[in-house]
């Protein structure tokens, strides 16, 4: 593989946290009534194919009912607090909620995947939106959070008429600490 460049190897390629991770399935205890999570070894290998199209078994656990759904719930996974790799380490842990390559679901796969472009280029993700992308299309206002001297042209949220109070949005003044692969970077309508 030349440096820099990613082939569809299996993600536990760079992000080894992933090695042994299991499809959770509900199996129904007859004992007690209730469904229980277990785990089944993947019938394939997550690959970076399956984190482009969201096929890679992840989930973001806010859509639909179910014990693997309610594990990615319970963990925080949208700890704002916490760093990309952090966020790995977590979601590594938890069971998948269906086989890779099986199901399309709209998931934490591109937020995995910003870990990859992490590990693969040696920057952090925003250094590396910033130095390979941003810079050079020309996008001087793109970026995951508004530097100081840009402060003064961020649009506000308006006032809720019935509460009185602006609607709450991400804090973008300050360099966040998880710098999410699918969702948190703030631009211009011209970039």
Sequence with gaps: ????????????????????????????NTSTGNSE???????????IQDLLRHTSGLTYGIFGKSLVKQAYNETNLFDRNQTLAEFVSK?????????????????????????VVEV??????????????????????????????????????QVDPTTGKRWPTIDVTKRPNWMSGGAGMVSTASD
């Design 1 to 28: 593989m030349c440096a820099g460049r990613v082939s569809n190897e299996i993600p536990q390629h760079y992000l080894p946290e992933f090695k042994g991770v299991q499809v959770g399935l509900e199996k129904l």
């Design 91 to 115: 979601i590594a842990k938890l069971p998948l909620a269906y086989h890779p390559g099986t199901t399309w679901e709209y998931s934490h796969s591109t937020d995995v995947l910003g870990r």
């Design 120 to 157: 693969v280029s040696g920057l952090t993700l925003d250094q590396f939106v910033a130095d390979r992308i941003a810079r050079p299309l020309g996008l001087s206002d793109t970026g995951f959070y508004v530097p100081n001297e840009k402060l003064d042209r961020i649009a506000e949220t």
């Design 37 to 47: 999570l277990i785990g089944e070894p993947p019938r394939q290998e997550m690959t």
